[in-house]
């Protein structure tokens, strides 16, 4: 059968044949992915960019062999990576030094931050690393900015609340990340707390990774943001945000309260038999998980040799003997019987 290939998808194959970084490489796989005909004729074409995206991406994940430091790496650490991304002096650094310990240049210039930088979040009994990184600039980005905000499991979308430019900011850096495949287009009918979840789903979708996302209106505390809100409620109606201002110690908060269950991470605490929990070192793991996802992230071996496991917590009673397979909560405390 043939493959009928058009003209766009035939630019988009000449794009990756001409790119020269991996990220190039992957941005153009994508494109021939997204513009390849779905038909019984391209199946073999479909599997092999499907195959070469797969390997770029795990080389990309991969810690760098040679000694040359490569500044837009960034070692995964915490229970999950929340990446800032936005326009110039939107506030992503002034948020980055309020949430954790870290103290980045902060400056009224644009451009402050040329390379990523990294905290972390202290939240509950876990740390949550966050990302500041190098601003957006008419809707391109930095040399490897790409691969670090696909490597992340969360992005906050910065817009600065007292400039006249917020509704831009907000308008040009969604239409960047959905350019780029980092986040979903919203389906009709849909806010973007849907779109991070399930919305509309086409033959890729099950292979290409798109970011859930949440959308922090900053700087709250300058005088033109409140007429600032109004215009973007009227004129974005389907794009839900959160209102903060650096300023105050009860927003920072609840923004740390929204990080954690935009993750959709669980932390489940274990203890030994006859002894009390350790209740300060959680495994942290997805929502939906089960007793066997813990047993496999405590060690390799105990899938194979657990029985079952005693609950505190979510089950109908404390210490209930459950299966296997038993869906852990939050909060829940383990005790493994091997």
Not at 67 to 74: A, K, T
Not at 144 to 153: F, K
Not at 256 to 283: H, M, S
Request: negative net charge; hydrophobic residues 35%; charged residues 25%.
């Amino acid at each position: 059968m043939s493959a009928n290939l058009t003209p766009q998808y035939y630019a988009a194959e000449e794009a990756f044949r001409s790119a020269s970084t991996a990220e190039e490489k992957i941005e153009a796989l994508q494109e021939m992915l997204a513009l390849i005909p779905k038909h019984k004729g391209t199946e073999k074409i479909q599997a092999d960019i499907k195959r070469r995206l797969s390997k770029l991406r795990q080389e990309g994940e991969k810690k760098p062999k040679t000694s040359r430091y490569n500044p837009f790496h960034i070692e995964k650490q915490g229970a999950g990576q929340v990446v800032l991304v936005g326009y110039p002096n939107v506030g992503k650094s002034s948020l980055l030094a309020a949430l954790t310990r870290a103290k980045p240049k902060i400056a009224e210039f644009p451009f402050t931050t040329s390379i990523p930088l990294v905290g972390m979040i202290p939240y509950k009994d876990i740390l949550i690393q966050l990302v500041d990184t190098p601003p957006l600039s008419d809707g391109e980005a930095p040399t490897g900015l790409l691969n670090v905000l696909r490597g992340g499991d969360l992005l906050l979308i910065i817009v600065d609340a007292g400039s006249d430019e917020c509704l831009e900011q907000l308008a040009e850096t969604l239409s960047f990340l959905i350019e780029k495949r980092i986040i979903r287009k919203p389906a009709a009918g849909k806010t973007s707390e849907d779109d991070s979840e399930n919305d509309h789903v086409n033959e890729n979708d099950s292979f290409q990774r798109y970011l859930p996302y949440s959308v922090i209106i900053n700087k709250m505390d300058l005088p033109q943001s409140k007429d600032n809100i109004e215009i973007l409620r009227e004129l974005m109606p389907g794009i839900p945000f959160t209102c903060i201002s650096t300023l105050e110690e009860n927003n920072l908060h609840s923004l740390k309260e929204q990080i954690y269950r935009n993750l959709d991470i669980i932390r489940v605490y274990t203890k030994a038999p006859g002894k009390e929990p350790d209740l300060n070192t959680p495994f942290v793991l997805q929502n939906g998980d089960t007793v066997l996802d813990l047993a496999n992230n405590i060690h390799r071996d105990f899938p194979e040799l657990l029985k079952n496991a005693r609950v505190w917590g979510s089950a109908k009673f404390e210490g209930q003997t459950v299966a296997r397979d038993y869906i852990l909560k939050d909060g829940d405390i383990v005790e493994l019987n091997i």
